[in-house]
Structures are given as structure tokens and as C-alpha cells.
């Protein structure tokens, strides 16, 4: 067989592309199958769906885990100290009917805060978990402004006691990582859902989005649930039902 | 055209020295400011979770809006041919400058973690508008410093026309991106807004203005050079229009908020019942920023006075300060709708106006950006020949001058019959 020049370094591209993307093919299908080591994927969508219904009022049990196993400390500063999650009770002014929830980072699709973030310290995980790189961080704060549910905080002063899990540091912003030392182990919950449901109130459900096994994916196919700020179009990985 | 000489200031007297002590000692306050903050972290200011930019924001913002706005008075000269402003434009592109140095330095010693600088100068997410004025603020230096060489060198200056087009665009893509800080903030009622842009080019073209008139008249008197009525005049006349361009630009901005229901809120707290917000509005930014000045720019009875004059550009930086002030402060304090349409409360001030003190360190930090912009200007203008000798109206505009003097004999002819 002969090969003309063309047809030669046709197939010699082929050649050194197949063996350059081969590895790369394998690691994706490694990757599916979710052993603790293999790397993140777009799999996976993370969130949370939040019942106002069952969520009761002057209950802040998960804004007391959530704060004890990131080691959210409380310098009893409510102006500046960081708050990853919060208790915010909302009243229609025409109604007067009135409920509880709690809002965290919202974990967009498309978040204004990885948006102008200068350094990309903001950033999302590819499994929708959206995260700040304390490394890079350079404290502009910028993030804050764009947030528009405020779920970011700027660290003030000096901490310590930092659990090994959730690293901070003075002059940096932090927000809720949807418990991703715990996803990433694998426990399949949040600190917020886990106290949520000792509590006996199960208004938190954590799981997989795109997984449409899961509870949650269940319950968003098959009840009306709302993103707060719909307008906005940010396609948020917490999702709330019962506002 | 009379040949224009430029030379260095002499800056042997007391007062040279004075005026650098002076410079200097609101250096170093900020530098201590400064590290007082990144010691202690910002609880020390008046800052919090709700007012994430405080007064160093205020002050950086404005200096780096007059920076690019100081630019104009070249840009007058080269862009657009007018041969008056040609000994203008060397220390217009100095002032451009030094503030631009001043309004960033307050920025980076505002960071949580300024010792992260390179950070941001080596990873860049080129979809934030912040990573954008990195470059278009780095850019400026670079352009501006090329443009005063090609000024100041006489082989050159032939080309000045086309540095000095490039530099003018440049400046005008440079506060769009400035504006843009606020005009892209999608949540926030007070900004999210196109004309944002628009508006801050507007500004700059002020309050640059504004600091280039005070600056040349001082440097003028102070030096003993003669400075005439045929610059100051048209200089003072200009910032008038651009005065009342201000104001236009924030009238359509709050016409166009008040005429929709969803930002209704933020309008009625800004102009009727914010408080101390609706008076920084009416009293600093519209009254002794807009209103006053104009009276003072455009009623004969103050027409040539320097000092009026002088007032008048002081109230317009002032005026301007306010304007920052309400735009960033006011801005943060009314609060974002988390439930749109229900009242919300938390322990994170969800739904309240937020609370906000500047705090003694943020304003030292803040006036040690105008000390560091001021400090530059006067060490550049002995070391290298930024000022015309003279600016008499006989050497820059010898038709006005020909033409005071028939006035003058018209009248005295008047007078005499």
C-alpha cells in the first residue's frame, strides 16, 4: 500500500490526536463512576430544596450546624460578622402571611459573583458548587456587591479555631461551599439538612439535581417549587418551596 | 502663535517645601491608616457585611474619574485642534497622572489582602469588568506617559495629534469601564443602569476640570507666572457646561428610575426621606456641586473674578465627593429585594437601610489619595518643565488680548465722551 503525502500526514494527525485524547476519554469515563478521588464532574448538579412550609419560625438549628462544622465563629458583632447562613423571616405586607427560611449561597448556574470576580478567586465547580479560592482572594469585595442574596461575607478581624475542613482568613470573603468537604466524602448531606432533619422538621433536602432518582429531582419534577429572584434568570442551585 | 516656553518650577522656597511636607504628612497618615486596617482587619472602619465599600472607595472612585477627565484639556489641543489649549495640554497630561496613581493606591491599601497585589496582576477573569480596569488603568499610564513624550519632545510633536486621539479614546473607554463597576451590578437598585457610563464620563470631564483649573491657578500665583483672563475665563466656562451636563445626566438617570414603580423605593430615599443621604444629594451633590457653581461661572458680577473662580471649581470637587458618596454609600445602604414584594427581616440586616460611619482610618486613607496625586504633580512640575512661563492673553490668544484692548479703548472713548 502506498500512501500519498496527504493521505500520510492525514493519518498521522489522527494518529498523535487519538493518542493524546485517549487518556482524557478515560479519565471522564473513570470519573462517572463517583469514587471519592475521581475529579468533579458536570454529572452532577448539587443543591438543596428548601420547604417553608415545615420550617418554623425562631428555629435556627441549621444556622447553628452549618456555623459549627464550618467553625463560623460569632464575635457577637452582628454587623460584621460573617453569617454563611441566616434565618430570614418574610411577611407579605398585603396579606400579612408570614413565614421562615433560611438563605444561603444559592449556588447559581451563572453567579453574578464568579461574574466580577477580578482574580477568578470566585468560581463554580463543574458539579454547580460555587466556591472562593482563599488563596487568590485579594479581599476587593466586589463579589458582595453583585451578590443579590447577600450570601457573602467579608472576615474582619482575626479568627481562630478554623476546622482543617473550611479554611478562612482575615481579609477575605467566604459563603456557604454547600458543605463541600462533606459532599466530596461522600455523606450525601449538609450540615444545615443533617440538623434540619435531627430536628424533626426535614425542611432541607440536599441532593443531586441532575439525578433524576434522587428526592430532589423527584420532588422539583413533580412539585412547584421557586428560585428567589427568578427575575434575575441565575438558575439557582437552592431551590424553595412554600414562598 | 507666539513660541511657548515651558520650564521646571524653581521649588527652593519655604513654601515648595511646605507644600511637599504637607503632601507628605497625608501620605504617611494613609500608609499608617492603612496599615492599621490590614493590622486589625477592617473592623476598625466603619465598614461591615451591608457597606462593603466605604470612603476610601469614595475618594479612589472620584480621583480615578478626575484622572481621566484631567486628560480633556490636551485632548482639547490635539484631538480637536484648538490652538489655545496647546501649552495647557503638558500639565493636563501630568494631572491625569498623578490622580489616577492617588485613586488607585487608596484602592489596593483598601484590599483585605493588598499584600496580594501580584495576585491580581497575574490572574485575570476577563469577564469582570474589575480585570478589564486593570488593563485599561495600566494601559492609561502608558499611553499618557508616550503622549507627554511626544509633547514634550519637538520631534514629536508632529504626532501628537495621533497619540493624543488614541489617548482620548482610551480615556473614554477607560471611566465606561469605571461607570460599569456600578452600571453592571444586576442586583442592586441603585445601579444596575447603561447610563452609568455615560454619566461617569460626564463627571470626569468635571471634576478633572475642576482640579486642573485649581491646580494651574495655583501653581500660576505661586510661582509668580502670569496667567490670563483668556485661559481661566475659557476654562471656567467650559466646566460650566460640563457643571450642567452633570446635572442632566442625574436628572435622566432618577427620571428614568422614578417613571418605574420597582424603583420607587430607592428614589424616595434618595431624594425625599433618606436622611442624611437625601441631604449629601440636594445640598452636596446638586447644590454645591452643580447649582452654586454655575451661578458663580455664569453671573457677571463674579465673571472675572479669580477667586469666585476658584470657589467655584472647589465647590464642583466637592460637589463631585458628594456625588461618589450618594452613587457608592447611598447606593449599598438601601437594601437589595431578597423576596420582592414581602417584608423581610434577619439577624444579617436583610431589609433594613444599613448603617454606615466613615470611620477616621478611611478617611485618612481616602485624602492620602488626593496628598499622593498632589504630591507627584508638584515633584513632576520641578523636575521637568510642565508649565509655560507664561500664559498671558497676549502669548496664547493674541486675537482675544487685541481684541480686550479695543474693547477697553471703546469704552475709555465711551467714558471720555
Redesign the interface.
Known amino acids: 500500500m502506498s500512501l500519498s503525502r496527504r493521505e500520510f500526514l492525514g493519518a498521522g494527525t489522527a494518529a498523535v490526536a487519538g493518542t493524546a485524547l485517549a487518556p482524557g476519554v478515560r479519565l471522564i469515563e473513570l470519573a462517572a463512576a463517583r469514587r471519592p478521588e475521581d475529579a468533579v464532574t458536570a454529572k452532577q448538579r448539587w443543591g438543596l430544596l428548601i420547604d417553608t412550609g415545615k420550617c418554623s419560625e425562631g428555629c435556627t438549628a441549621c444556622v447553628e450546624a452549618c456555623h459549627e462544622e464550618n467553625g463560623v465563629t460569632d464575635h457577637g458583632?452582628?454587623?460584621?460578622?460573617?453569617?454563611w447562613i441566616?434565618?430570614?423571616?418574610?411577611?407579605?405586607?398585603?396579606t400579612g402571611y408570614a413565614h421562615s427560611l433560611p438563605?444561603m449561597c444559592l449556588h447559581c448556574e451563572t453567579p453574578?459573583c464568579?461574574?466580577?470576580?477580578?482574580?477568578?478567586?470566585s468560581f463554580r465547580r463543574v458539579d454547580g458548587i460555587v466556591l472562593v479560592d482563599k488563596h487568590?482572594?485579594?479581599?476587593?469585595?466586589?463579589c458582595?456587591?453583585?451578590?443579590?442574596?447577600?450570601a457573602?461575607?467579608?472576615?474582619?478581624?482575626?479568627i481562630t479555631d478554623q476546622k482543617p475542613d473550611a479554611p478562612r482568613g482575615?481579609?477575605?470573603?467566604e459563603s456557604c461551599t454547600l458543605c463541600v468537604h462533606k459532599v466530596d466524602r461522600g455523606d450525601g448531606t449538609t450540615a444545615c439538612a443533617e440538623a434540619c432533619k435531627e430536628d424533626g422538621h426535614q425542611a432541607i433536602v440536599f441532593g443531586d439535581l441532575n439525578d433524576s432518582q434522587s428526592e430532589i429531582a423527584r420532588r422539583l419534577k413533580s412539585e412547584s417549587s421557586v428560585q428567589?429572584?427568578a427575575?434575575?434568570n441565575l438558575n439557582t442551585g437552592v431551590r424553595y418551596q412554600g414562598? | 502663535m507666539t513660541k511657548i516656553h515651558y520650564s521646571t518650577i524653581d521649588g527652593r522656597g519655604l513654601g515648595f517645601l511646605a507644600l511637599l511636607g504637607l503632601f507628605g504628612a497625608m501620605i504617611l497618615g494613609g500608609l499608617g491608616a492603612s496599615y492599621y486596617m490590614?493590622h486589625?482587619?477592617?473592623?476598625v472602619t466603619g465598614?461591615?457585611?451591608?457597606i462593603?465599600?466605604g470612603t476610601p472607595h469614595v475618594f479612589a472612585v472620584f480621583l480615578i474619574v478626575a484622572a481621566s477627565g484631567a486628560l480633556n484639556v490636551a485632548s482639547i489641543a490635539s484631538v480637536f485642534g484648538r490652538a489655545m489649549y496647546k501649552p495647557l495640554g503638558r500639565l493636563s497630561g501630568l494631572l491625569a497622572l498623578t490622580l489616577l496613581a492617588g485613586g488607585l493606591a487608596v484602592l489596593v491599601l483598601d484590599?483585605?489582602?493588598?499584600d496580594?497585589?501580584i495576585?491580581?496582576m497575574t490572574?485575570?477573569?476577563f469577564?469582570?469588568?474589575?480585570?478589564w480596569?486593570?488593563f485599561l488603568y495600566v494601559g492609561f499610564f502608558g499611553v499618557v506617559i508616550v503622549y507627554l513624550w511626544f509633547m514634550m519632545e519637538h520631534r514629536f510633536n508632529r504626532f501628537s495629534k495621533q497619540i493624543g486621539l488614541f489617548a482620548f479614546v482610551w480615556r473614554l473607554v477607560l471611566t465606561t469601564g469605571t461607570g460599569s463597576?456600578f452600571g453592571?451590578?444586576?442586583?442592586?437598585h441603585a445601579y444596575d443602569a447603561a447610563i452609568m457610563a455615560p454619566m461617569f464620563i460626564i463627571m470626569s470631564f468635571a471634576f478633572g476640570l475642576a482640579i486642573y483649573l485649581l491646580v494651574l491657578m495655583a501653581a500660576y500665583r505661586w510661582t509668580g507666572r502670569p496667567l490670563g483672563d483668556a485661559v481661566v475665563t475659557r476654562l471656567k466656562n467650559l466646566l460650566g457646561v460640563f457643571v450642567a451636563a452633570v446635572l442632566y445626566f442625574v436628572m435622566v438617570y432618577h427620571l428614568t428610575n422614578l417613571y418605574a414603580t420597582q424603583h420607587h423605593g430607592i428614589e424616595r430615599f434618595i431624594l425625599l426621606d433618606g436622611g442624611v443621604y437625601t441631604q449629601v444629594f440636594w445640598i452636596g451633590q446638586i447644590l454645591i456641586g452643580g447649582i452654586v457653581p454655575l451661578l458663580i461661572f455664569f453671573t457677571p458680577l463674579f465673571g472675572r473674578s479669580r477667586f469666585m473662580t476658584a470657589v467655584g471649581a472647589s465647590l464642583v470637587v466637592a460637589g463631585g465627593l458628594a456625588q461618589v458618596y450618594t452613587i457608592i454609600i447611598a447606593g449599598?445602604v438601601f437594601p437589595?429585594?431578597?423576596?420582592?414584594?414581602?417584608?423581610?427581616?434577619?439577624?444579617?440586616?436583610?431589609g433594613q437601610f444599613a448603617?454606615y460611619t466613615p470611620s477616621l482610618p478611611e478617611l485618612v486613607l481616602g485624602v492620602s489619595g488626593i496628598g499622593i496625586a498632589l504630591a507627584l504633580t508638584t515633584f513632576a512640575l520641578k523636575a521637568l518643565p510642565f508649565l509655560p512661563d507664561s500664559l498671558s492673553d497676549d502669548l496664547v490668544d493674541p486675537h482675544a488680548a487685541s481684541r480686550a484692548k479695543a474693547e477697553t479703548a471703546v469704552e475709555a472713548e465711551a467714558a471720555g465722551a
Open positions: 458583632k452582628p454587623l460584621t460578622d460573617a453569617q441566616r434565618k430570614v423571616e418574610a411577611r407579605d405586607p398585603q438563605v453574578p464568579v461574574d466580577v470576580c477580578p482574580t477568578g478567586a487568590i482572594c485579594i479581599g476587593c469585595r466586589y458582595m456587591m453583585a451578590c443579590p442574596y447577600k457573602r461575607s467579608f472576615i474582619h478581624e482575626n482575615k481579609g477575605t470573603v428567589l429572584r427575575d434575575l414562598l | 490590614e486589625n482587619g477592617h473592623i465598614m461591615t457585611n451591608q462593603v465599600w484590599l483585605g489582602r493588598p496580594r497585589l495576585v491580581a490572574y485575570y477573569n469577564k469582570s469588568i474589575f480585570a480596569n486593570i463597576i453592571f451590578l444586576v442586583a442592586r449599598q437589595m429585594d431578597l423576596l420582592p414584594g414581602m417584608q423581610v427581616s434577619s439577624s444579617f440586616s436583610d448603617q
